[in-house]
């Protein structure tokens, strides 16, 4: 069974990982040897392939000449190595193709255009070119390149401005800049010109208006000539071998040629069913045309040929089939493992603790798995009714203040310049700019009916003129006309997805005048939803972690609280038992921690000027503050415990931390805030002095080592639910909320310990031997004493200095490049998750394998590694390793320092309590030292600083490892050397 379980998920890792490697190409229906061309937009050809833009610009999809699919390309806006939308397409002769990214809008980081190649195998090859707009908000989707062609191992580009636009030549390798060949100068040109042709050969550039004049220039920017239309709407123009200039006419759904020399206009192909040819282009004698379900091919001067779908080659077949097969064998295996997992759990023996975390991990994961998909699929619904709700209000306001008028006057494309247009223009344009959709990716048209011919009358794209002809009116459209309501759908065109609201325009006689849709891109939306289904699961994911760890503490407090019970039953004296410890280590720590994730951001929230010091020294003042009062409580503390006892100080430092949460959530400024902060720190460095009494005084060192593993485990555990609970009542809720949460658990946590003291099967662990301890010695002269000097100074301390990269500098880096309140708890949950779950067993190997100063030196040199890594690459990215990399160290770290400092105060004539203290006390003032260090990181250049810090923590284990090797030696002379 063990065999076949190891084999299994051997083989289920690798079909996983192959599923994963070709995700694009899965499919449940591989027989199908073939596909429909779907909207195809724009075709560009070799000799050898054809490549085609498919499915709203989302699909590129690359054909052999015998017809058959060579490869597919999928966008995917998440990733660097692929495009987001594809604007436009080429090919070279080696097969290369290029692809116009068009990147910009709300789903996007960076508002871009860019040029990426791929193999002829289809392999991302990296940028080739890159615009990027600065300062430039976007509220439609296009762009300003709007010409691209290729010639010898060159591209060429046509970059619109307002006053004109750009010749550009960039190499195909990618390593040089742009190469700007022209500028031409021409008013308007963002808001008149349409479509541009290059003809690199030839040196000559061709361009369409909106009003449908096709004019063609030299590369020296002088106008070759000027075609107006005749009867017809010319779109796109090419040229071919001859010079002759080839162009679509949508109105008569042709394709006409321009003779060079005599202009003379004569159709080609005129389309029998009135399709429009959106896209043309020639090649080597070739001639291409693609409307939105074929494309039209002429081979040297012979008969158009119409193609209208493609057949898979051999490989893709098998690939096909491979996946689907793999498919099925993934599932397969994976269910025999869920079989054998739960045979394997039946037949085990588990102790009672251990069956009931496994059957409750099994429940609460199936809970969690229902939730996210009932609350993805409402928030999905939700969000789209939205989105509907908001364009059809926008549509209802500007039909409102819509002139109609002007509107039923327009007649002819040539009006596109007159005064009345441009000032209906402007002022919808106006009204974008300053809309909530500003930064998204809309389309709003016009369309009027005439003749039961639609027209486009106004595009806030101005991706076309006025009076455009767009074939008859649809049976929806008319619908609009009929009962004068607002329709919702969603819809795929050659130019993308699309969800959109359609509604009528009324005159002053109670009419219909004409229509308006107003729409935003699929893409951007789906990006959004995926942006917040992510979320969502995360979220859900990270409250069902915390609930576990919830559970968890209370199975195992229930355990031992059963064996403790039956061991009293017994008569006889209790066994240590930690677990006993854990609800009010959990609750403690969970109530302190509800707004670490965002104590900076709060704090900084709450700033005022101190004494010209640095904003980010100033925000550190609470959490400093924190830290020192806990040491200094840490110092004092002791006396005040053999004076009164640890019951009595517990419940007054319980008490104590209610009323600064108090304060916190009224806090005026940060002054305010640190002053309570200083109130939590001191009352909390109390209740750790007693916490670590309990587990440290023990006499056996076993008992003192399962002891801290359970406590730090505990401490973890309410860290991180702490964390994840705050950090998602922050980013949903408020921050000063967090606070009054806080003071309900720690309430909580203060009636724990009235409860524990009191109960008879609790108490008796709280008679600690410190009480009877009545070793002497100072604690100056016990910190100097070399070895335990020497594990403070250049162990602890700068260990401790370096947990402030989570606590202070991950959630402040993290909050200024993008991550919400939620994820910065996330993360800090992805932290503690390593040491609850692997850190006893994997301390319980470690220290079998290694000594215990060994693993101390190894998870030190880890801590300094992880923070130079970061340093030499400051990202999102790196951060996320080098956090999960420091929870690994801290897994090893805080135990055995512990553990190796217990065995060297034992040895020493100081009390175990004082002892007890001179530890936390530096470990706080580490931390609290820490976020000063880390605040100066983040005001400066962080990657020098960071180096130089990283640098600083390498020192001090250095010299660790010598004066330890060399007190080593020295205690190992014999008496009288």
Known sequence: MKKFAIAGFFVFTVLSAFLFLYKDRVTLTPWNTGGAINLGYHASGNSERTVIIENGEETVTVLNNDGKLAYQLSADPGRGNSFAVAERVQIDEQNNVYVLDKAFGGAFDNNVERVVKYSPAGKFLGEVYRYEYVNENF??????????????????????????????RIGTAGDVDAEPIAFFNYPHALRDLQFFHINPQDELLAVTTKSGIIKQYNFSGALQGEWPPEDGFPTMVISDNRGNLIYTDILNSQIVAINGSGGL?????????????????????TFYAATDDHILIRRENGPFERVDSYSYGQEAIILRWALFLAGILDVLILLGLLVSLVRFIVKRKFSETAKSIIVMGLCISAGAILASFLIVNEMTKRYNESIFANLENVSRLIAATIDTNILTSIDSPAQYD????????????LYFSESKFQGDMVYQLILMKKDNIKYVMYDLENSVGTHLPLGEVSIDEQSVYDTKQYMHGDVLTSSGGWLYVLGPIIDKNGEVAALIETGLELSSVQEQIRSMVIQTILIVLSVTVAIFLIVVEYILIAGAYRENKKQLALGKVPNFLPELLRPIIFFHFAATNLATAILPMYAANLYTPILNLPREFIVTLPFTAELVFAAIALLVVPVILQRFGLKRCGII?????????ILCLIAANVLYLAVAYALVGFASGTILMILNTVVGTQRDIDDVNRGFAHFNASLLSGTNAGVIFG????????????????????????VTMIIS???????????????????????????????????LVLALLPFTISTAFTSYFMP????????????????????????????????????????????????????????????????????????????????????????????????TRIS??????????????GMAGGSVIFSYILAGEIGYNMKLFALSLMGCLVLFIILSAILGKFNRKPAGS
């Open 139 to 168: 509220i439609t989707t296009k762009g300003k390149i709007s010409g691209m062609a290729y010639y010898r191992d060159a591209l060429y580009l046509a970059r619109l401005e307002k006053d004109g636009f750009y010749l550009e």
């Open 265 to 285: 206009h004569t159709p080609l192909f005129t389309s029998p069913e009135g399709y429009a040819y959106f896209y043309i282009d020639y090649y080597d004698g």
């Open 418 to 429: 007159d005064a009345e247009y441009l000032k209906l223009k402007d002022s919808l344009e």
């Open 653 to 661: 430092a319980a008490a104590s931390i209610v009323l600064s949460f």
């Open 727 to 750: 950090s998602i009542l922050a980013q949903f809720l408020s921050y000063r909320l967090v606070y009054l949460f806080a003071s309900i658990i720690t309430a909580g946590t203060l």
């Open 757 to 791: 003291v009191r109960s008879a099967m609790i108490s008796p662990m709280y008679e600690v031997p410190y009480l009877k301890d009545r070793r002497k010695a100072g604690v100056i002269k016990f910190i100097f004493t070399p070895a335990v000097f020497i594990l």
């Open 812 to 907: 402040m880096y993290g909050l200024e490049n993008g991550l919400r309140e939620s994820n910065i708890g996330q993360l800090m949950l992805l932290n503690g998750l390593f040491a609850i779950l692997f850190g006893t067993s994997l301390c319980g190997y470690a220290s079998k394998k290694f000594s215990i100063k060994t693993i101390v030196i190894g998870s030190l040199l880890l801590n300094a590694a992880a923070l130079i890594l970061f340093a030499f690459n400051i990202s999102l990215v790196m951060l996320i390793a080098v956090i999960v990399l420091i929870a690994i160290v801290n897994i090893f770290a805080s135990t055995n320092i512990q553990t190796h400092y217990a065995a060297l105060f034992q040895k």
């Open 912 to 925: 175990s309590i004082k002892a007890l203290s001179v530890y936390a006390a530096i470990e706080n003032i």
